[in-house]
């Protein structure tokens, strides 16, 4: 059976408060940003996660190491005291924000690129027209 846990990390970016999912399925790390605005309160919070998990874009996964077996709770407390006081995201959390922004850089790259040889094309083809109207003497 295959595990996935997930993680939701919010913190301050200035202007804005930003949530970071991390979701680790088959030892792949994958990572979706999502800005609130104003600071959340933990209800904003828990809804936004029931409402829009689904519909969020995740990256693409990196390779990442799971650690499994039970912990002390003690120790288990200590590393959430420090999750909380550590600021930012984790840096394979950051490495698949960055392929997701390449990701989206070289389609927006590709979809501008298509849409400029669109337009020239058209111009062309609006020169062609106005050139033989202007020697049929129209």
Request: hydrophobic share 30%.
């Amino acid at each position: 059976m295959d595990k996935v846990s997930g993680k939701l990390t919010v913190y301050f970016e200035e202007p804005f408060w930003v949530g970071v999912f991390e979701r680790i399925e088959d030892g792949k790390l994958s990572v979706a940003k999502v800005t609130f605005g104003a600071e959340p309160k933990d209800n904003e919070v828990y809804e936004s996660v029931l409402k829009h998990y689904y519909s969020l874009q995740f990256s693409p996964a990196v390779a990442a190491v799971v650690k499994e077996g039970s912990k002390n709770p003690k120790k288990v407390q200590r590393e959430i005291r420090k999750q909380v006081s550590n600021k930012g995201i984790g840096t394979k959390a950051q490495q698949a924000l960055k392929l997701q922004q390449e990701q989206y850089k070289v389609e927006r790259k590709v979809r501008s690129k298509e849409k400029k040889e669109a337009e020239a094309k058209r111009q062309f083809e609006l020169k062609q027209q106005k050139k033989k109207e202007k020697h049929r003497g129209r």
